[in-house]
């Protein structure tokens, strides 16, 4: 369906959009979106460190009780 669109069609719909809009108002929400993703990419990266910190108390010491009192 959108594989004819091309430049000229994006054009006319970026157009039509700030006519329809405004300026300021495509401006704040691009801002929002722009909040949105980073928000986004920062619970993305909070979660895989939540992982990575459970792993790493997960693993245990698994040095002989013998080879502990050399050191």
């Not at 691009?30 to 459970?54: L, S, Y």
């Amino acid at each position: 369906m959108f594989n004819n669109i091309g430049l000229p069609g994006l054009l006319l719909i970026a157009v039509i959009v700030l006519v329809l809009f405004g300026r300021g108002k495509v401006s704040s929400l691009m801002g929002e979106v722009g909040k949105g993703i980073t928000a986004f990419k920062k619970g993305v990266n909070d979660g895989a460190k939540e992982i990575d910190d459970a792993k790493a108390a997960e693993a245990k010491d698994v040095t002989p009780a013998a080879e502990k009192d050399k050191a």
